[in-house]
T-cell receptor, first 113, second 114 residues
Framework: AQSVSQHNHHVILSEAASLELGCNYS??????LFWYVQYPGQHLQLLLK??????LVKGIKGFEAEFIKSKFSFNLRKPSVQWSDTAEYFC???????????FGTGTRLTIIP | NAGVTQTPKFQVLKTGQSMTLQCAQD?????MSWYRQDPGMGLRLIHY???????DQGEVPNGYNVSRSTTEDFPLRLLSAAPSQTSVYFC?????????????FGQGTRLTVV
């Protein structure tokens, strides 16, 4: 069975600090990998996704993620965070059509102005 | 486009009551899913559908029923609500037409069972 681990439950950073959120997965088969963000009171929105090709993926709002197959990891990074990045971040894996995503437990990110 | 629309946004039920959470999408997506979100547990899949007339169970299906009579709608039924079903429920849809296709989520339904 597939699983996703996010080891950072709550991260607190000051504005302009660099961010890296960890994500490790276990999945039998072709992997689709995602990072979703949930701003306070809102629904989940896609930040970025990966299936194949360049293992360094760029998403919206300056976020990027690196797929490292040997480590089963898909860590999310941002060089300089802003107060508006305060949100909860979810890593997810899914099959071809994404009818059944498996999510990690989420990382709550708080940015201090 | 409205995207994925869920109703109601908030609901309070008494133990044993039944209700239906509505989900509709206007993107002609074949795949639709229901998740529940609980603190510290992320989102967990309840039921999903890969097309009209086809549904299957996810990770936590007990206490919930679904049906998919049309491409647009995917209602979630609670037959006899229990306090353990207090949660935030999200409906999602995706086209399923390619690798890493995006799943679009509704705004969520916050359900409290007392």
């Amino acid at each position: 069975a597939q699983s996703v681990s996010q080891h950072n439950h709550h991260v607190i950073l000051s504005e302009a600090a660099s961010l890296e959120l960890g994500c490790n997965y276990s999945y039998g088969g072709t992997v689709n990998l995602f990072w979703y963000v949930q701003y306070p009171g809102q629904h989940l929105q896609l930040l970025l996704k990966y299936f194949s090709g360049d293992p360094l993926v760029k998403g919206i709002k300056g976020f990027e993620a690196e797929f490292i197959k040997s480590k089963f990891s898909f860590n999310l990074r941002k060089p300089s965070v802003q107060w508006s990045d305060t949100a909860e971040y979810f890593c997810a894996v899914g099959p071809f059509g994404n009818e059944k995503l498996t999510f990690g437990t989420g990382t709550r990110l708080t940015i201090i102005p | 486009n409205a995207g994925v629309t869920q109703t109601p946004k908030f609901q309070v039920l008494k133990t044993g009551q039944s209700m239906t959470l509505q989900c509709a999408q206007d993107m002609n997506h074949e795949y639709m899913s229901w998740y529940r979100q609980d603190p510290g547990m992320g989102l967990r899949l309840i039921h999903y559908s890969v097309g009209a007339g086809i549904t299957d169970q996810g990770e936590v299906p007990n206490g919930y029923n679904v049906s998919r009579s049309t491409t647009e709608d995917f209602p979630l039924r609670l037959l006899s609500a229990a306090p353990s079903q207090t949660s935030v429920y999200f409906c999602a849809s995706s086209s399923g037409t390619g690798y890493a296709t995006e799943a679009f989520f509704g705004q969520g339904t916050r359900l409290t069972v007392v």
